[in-house]
């Protein structure tokens, strides 16, 4: 199973996450949101760590509101994330701790900024036939 797979969508750009678990989905979502940003896949020295929580009334509501945070925090941060670790999650609550690297250009910079995270065909949910999750989000680029 891969993590996730990038999408284009006119003028903006999406992706589709999979796990095996609501954790699982929610952590290659922002696996996937970042390697966007940061033109791929990178490996780079980890400085900067901060705990997230995020509530909503239902689960796709805090789909949303865990990718915002996250790019909130890249944004006023001045952040690319790579490491992802949910500590609790229900339908209506997120806690965890993220990990990456200040941005500090050329090693570490932003090749393609997200302006927002969007609701337009917004989804998560779990496959009965495969037990598998799956989560579908636009980003206005």
Excluded: C
């Excluded at 696996?31 to 909503?56: P, Q, T």
């Excluded at 945070?69 to 806690?95: C, G, H, P, R, S």
């Amino acid at each position: 199973m891969k993590p996730f797979e990038i999408i284009d969508h006119t003028a903006d750009i999406g992706l589709i996450a999979y796990g095996h678990n609501k954790e699982e989905v929610f952590e290659n979502a922002a696996r996937g949101m970042f390697e966007i940003m940061a033109g791929g896949e990178k490996s780079f020295k980890e400085d900067f760590y901060d705990k997230i929580k995020v509530e909503a009334d239902q689960l796709e509501d805090l789909f949303f509101a865990w990718l915002s945070k996250l790019l909130y925090l890249a944004e006023t941060k001045l952040v690319i994330l790579n490491q992802f670790q949910i500590n609790k999650l229900t339908d209506f609550q997120l806690k965890a701790e993220v990990r990456g690297a200040k941005i500090n250009p050329p090693y570490v910079k932003i090749e393609k900024e997200i302006k927002a995270v969007t609701y337009y065909a917004l989804e998560i949910k779990k496959d009965e036939e495969s037990g598998l999750w799956r989560a579908r989000v636009i980003f206005d680029l």
